[in-house]
């Protein structure tokens, strides 16, 4: 009995694949020869894209850029359109862009519909990568250190696909990322991360001194930057001391200073007990004797000049000339 059912459902199931077959054979299919497409800024790159059909005569071709929030047309009507308009051109349903940037690197989706076949649409999805040499790096090297303290020492672009790794060079030397007995940099201890392009000295020394560059890699190219030298010295602790010296004589002359003001009631002075110095220098420009007159606005000017800035009383020697 089993084997009358089974023979029974054979054929429904042969029919069934032939169906689903036919569904894929018949309609339209695309093809592309290649789904991940590398081509570096300024080339050329193809878009591949072939399609068959089942009867349909006027299929419609379109191409399709897939941005992150929005997509695109490139191709649409039997016309380029966008960005690529200038510089592609179409190759029966492929796209050849005669010299890509870095700007064109993304999806771009191939699309075929026919209404007349039993599958009306296919599509192909292709993967364009623009590849760019690295752009001059930006390194940043300190001109001075002092022994024993941590120094890094940093080296930068953003130009590069794929993204840049770094190596860093003193005086025309290579620094390996691990120092061996043969390397030709001695007593020195180091790390470099060649994805972040830092060189850091965890105990700088006086042998660290010279002259630092770095430069910047991928598979397109390398750029460098110009060299920058490090000086490094020993801590000078008879200057600091030296320093810290005369830094507690100068404030403890300021104290003795502002005592002495104290004392003598310089500071404690209202500002009526003044000489009204701007009267006096009224009343001597206006003497009969020009060089006297001179003379003494030149002192109350002097002596203005004090008085703006302390609370003190002066006797204006104009004042003691006159009388």
């Known amino acids: 009995m089993q084997s009358v059912l089974s023979s029974q459902r054979m054929p429904l199931l042969l029919l069934g694949c032939a169906l689903a077959l036919c569904y894929k ?44 929030t929005h997509v695109s047309f490139v191709y649409y009507r039997g016309h380029l359109v966008g960005a690529l308009k200038a510089r592609a051109e179409m190759i029966d349903s492929s796209i050849r862009i005669k010299n890509v940037s870095r700007g064109d690197s993304g999806n771009y989706r191939c699309e075929v519909s026919a209404q007349g076949d039993t599958q009306v649409l296919a599509e192909a999805l292709i993967h364009l990568k623009v590849l760019v040499a690295p752009g001059a790096p930006v390194c940043v090297v300190p001109i001075s250190a ?40 001695r007593n020195s201890s180091y790390t470099i991360n060649k994805k972040s392009g830092t060189l850091q000295f965890n105990t ?36 600091i001391v030296a320093a810290v010296v005369v830094v507690a ?51 109350c000017q002097h002596i203005l000049g004090h008085a703006k800035g302390f609370s003190f009383s002066f006797m204006p020697c104009a004042y003691v000339r006159l009388h």
């Open 249 to 299: 004589l100068v404030i403890a002359l300021c104290g003795l200073g502002v005592f002495y003001a104290q004392k003598k009631g310089y500071l404690s002075k209202k500002p009526e007990q003044l000489v009204n110095l701007h009267d006096l220098k009224k009343v001597i420009s206006n003497t009969q004797s020009p060089l006297l007159s001179s003379w003494s606005t030149d002192c």
């Open 25 to 68: 054979a018949c309609g339209v299919t695309i093809t592309t020869d290649n789904a991940n497409v590398q081509a570096i800024e300024f080339e050329e790159a193809i878009l591949s894209c072939k399609y068959t059909i089942e009867k349909d005569p006027n299929p419609r071709l379109e191409w399709k850029k897939l941005g992150q």
């Open 146 to 185: 002092m022994t024993g303290t941590v120094v890094e020492l940093k080296c930068r672009e953003e130009e590069g696909s794929p993204a840049s790794q770094y190596r860093w060079f003193k005086d025309g030397t290579p620094l390996l990322e691990t120092l061996t007995t043969h390397s030709k940099v």
């Open 204 to 239: 700088v020394a006086k042998a660290d001194t010279g002259e630092y560059h770095c430069e910047a890699y991928n598979e397109i190219g390398q750029q460098k930057c110009a060299a920058k030298r490090m000086q490094v010295d020993d801590l000078n602790v008879s200057g």
